[in-house]
């Protein structure tokens, strides 16, 4: 057994490994290359992931001085400190009801855009384009936009509020008002991902439902409610769930725009987690929070794998 | 497709249709075309009681100042640029290296079982972890290791964090593939493995190149491992290095503006470019575009 064959048993579940002996001898190059071409994949991702997570482990049982230097185990103590903390629970409920607005809103408005979008015509191809703009683009950027924008003295959205008649507004300095326009600034980037997915799964619907619906005399809204809803529904689940994937970490657009403030209002869990590690003499509390996140994100990955695996296999 | 034909459609879901597109297409624009122009004015029009829709004096000073201008050799702008372009494409050559083989051995392989999805599933696995679960160990180790502010850290941690995505994205290409094509050539004696090289890389080459230009685009715009690993603007890429702009230059907005504006220009042309196969992109595959 050479030693890239004892790496990956580490990497992989042993079930996965020891079934060579069974099969054909013409096949066994096959198998060994096989195993070969992926050997690099899973060393890389063990080291990067793995081995941090285990690193994780031995930190948050430690305890630290202010320069940051190992002085001793404290067993769970992290752990009991982290979920008995109320800054650590109102950063979940800020993640998570970040996460319900700004992905519920993405799904609604992507797809009354598909649906308006989804005839072909040269003119389309151009605006689709000019529309999925922001996807592509570094949230930090993003945020940095609407920094500029939202600015109370000199910010262009107070500006035409003004020109309204209005009083100018302190969109970052409110709580609520904060939360509100970075669930906006989530909208503005990322509903054009979950457009592109609609409409590319719109436009590879198959016809004759439609004509069907049309014939039996259903009106638009039906035909939409009851035949193009259920058949889109896996592709709908896929934007879903990357959405949620991605809106639970958010970070980026936290630190530029309102530092996790005013007071906690907008402290996302990769916020605080980075707020924490800062201080050094916190890096077992820190670790230990961070155990306990990928705990729940496994957990939500899993909910929503299952519901996307369902819907599927619904169709 | 006109699944629910034109021809019904009264005046008032027309004007209705309409009104939400060019809201929608405003409230797309203008943040970036405010962006541009703000590059583009003087202090003094910027913080004027009045503000411009279109720069009055039009100025090229955040550009190109001797002094201030990102273009100039005292900013640390060109440096930062550098050190993205370096990053994300030797980054990006590695990844797809090392993920065109996995993603060969995925794609073609049958193993018994479900042992196929299930390794692509670990690989996935990988893609779900946020992020800043991994970035705080991965300092500590990085400093023990005397790697933190290099850009090697940068090129070890992106060539691994963007590995699932490229294996996934790859299968995806490669299935596509028939393989009766490698059969003939392995008749003719050729290895399985420049088979690969020599016959299915070439095929799957439109595929490649979109996945480098993703892989690319994904590295230009991280921020979160970048600003924990690196500390000194000498290292630090675009993301790292303009963020440390705003808590410096507290109220330059024309710098902040014109860096920003410059950092997403090659990002505009690759998109363009890969139009095509987004949808793919950003579901790894899931579904097709």
């Known amino acids: 057994m050479n030693t890239k064959g004892q790496a990956l048993k580490k990497v992989l579940p042993n079930n996965m490994l020891n079934k060579r002996k069974g099969s054909a001898p013409g096949l066994s190059s096959d198998k060994k290359l096989a195993v070969r071409l992926l050997t690099p994949t899973f060393i890389l991702l063990a080291l990067l992931t793995l081995f941090p997570i285990g690193y994780a482990v031995y930190i948050s049982l430690s305890s630290f001085d202010t320069f ?53 015509s040269n003119a389309m191809k151009y605006l689709r384009w000019l529309l999925i703009i922001p996807m592509m683009l570094s949230p930090l950027v993003v945020a940095i936009v609407f920094r500029l924008m939202l600015n109370t003295d000199m910010g262009i959205i107070n500006y035409m509020l003004q020109g309204l008649g209005l009083q100018k507004i302190n969109f970052l300095g ?47 809204l039906q035909t939409i409610r009851y035949v193009m809803i259920p058949m889109l529904k896996p592709v709908i689940v896929v934007a879903l769930v990357i959405r949620t994937m991605d809106a639970l970490r958010t970070f980026d657009q936290v630190f ?17 987690m980075y707020r924490q590690a800062m201080k050094f003499s916190e890096f077992g509390f820190a670790s230990a929070g961070l155990l ?8 939500i990955s899993s909910l929503l794998i299952k519901l996307m695996n369902s819907s599927q296999a619904a169709n | 497709m006109a699944m629910i034909s034109a021809k019904q459609e009264g005046w008032k879901i027309k004007l209705l249709r309409g009104s939400f597109l060019t809201t929608a297409i405003i409230f797309v624009l203008f943040p970036l075309y405010w962006m541009v122009i703000t590059s583009f004015k003087t202090e003094g029009e910027l913080f004027a009681d009045k503000q411009t829709f279109f720069p009055e004096n039009f100025t090229f ?90 850009l090697w ?28 094509l490698e059969e003939s050539a392995m008749m003719d004696g050729s290895s399985r493995f420049m088979a690969f090289v020599k016959i299915v890389l070439p095929l799957a080459l439109p595929g490649l190149v979109a996945t480098s230009i993703f892989t690319i685009i994904l590295t230009w715009n991280e921020f979160l491992f970048a600003m924990f690993l690196l500390n000194n603007t000498d290292v630090m890429t675009l993301p790292a290095g303009i963020s440390t702009f705003i808590t410096q230059y507290k109220t330059n907005w024309g710098a902040l503006t014109a860096a920003a504006s410059m950092s997403i220009l090659p990002v505009l042309i690759f998109s363009f470019l890969v139009q095509k196969h987004l949808v793919k992109g950003m579901t790894m595959g899931a579904v097709k575009g």
């Not at chain 1, 306990?292 to 957990?299: A, F, N, Q, S």
């Open chain 1, 292 to 299: 306990i996140v990928l705990v729940i994100t496994i957990v």
């Open chain 1, 174 to 220: 409110e709580p609520v008002l904060a939360f509100l326009s970075l669930v906006v600034v989530d909208i503005w980037q990322w509903t054009p991902m979950v457009f592109l997915i609609i409409l590319a799964g719109m436009q590879s619907l198959p016809k004759d439902p439609f004509e069907a619906a049309n014939i039996d005399g259903a009106s638009k």
């Open chain 2, 61 to 150: 000073q955040y550009y190109l100042d001797p002094v201030e201008g990102i273009f100039s050799p005292n900013n640390p702008f060109m440096q930062f640029f550098l050190n993205s372009t370096i990053v994300a494409f030797v980054s990006t050559l590695l990844c797809l290296t090392i993920g065109s083989f996995s993603a060969y051995s995925l794609a073609r392989f049958k193993m018994k079982g479900k042992r196929n999805e299930r390794l692509s599933f670990i690989i996935l696995t990988a893609r779900m972890l946020p992020p800043i679960v991994i970035v705080v160990p991965l300092y500590l180790i990085m400093q023990k290791l005397g790697l933190l502010n290099t």
């Open chain 1, 68 to 120: 940051g230097n190992h002085t001793g185990f404290v067993g769970l103590e992290n752990f009991i400190k982290t979920l008995t903390n109320g800054t650590f629970w109102n950063s979940i409920y800020v993640t998570l009801l970040f996460t319900a607005l700004a992905v519920g809103s993405q799904i609604f408005l992507g797809f009354n855009l598909a649906l308006i979008m989804s005839r072909d």
């Open chain 2, 153 to 180: 850290a940068m090129l070890i941690v992106y060539t691994g964090f963007n590995l699932p995505f490229v294996v996934w994205m790859l299968k995806a290409f490669f299935e596509e593939i028939p393989d009766s």
């Open chain 1, 256 to 272: 530029v725009l309102t530092q996790g403030g005013p007071g906690r209002a907008t402290e996302t869990v990769s916020f605080l």
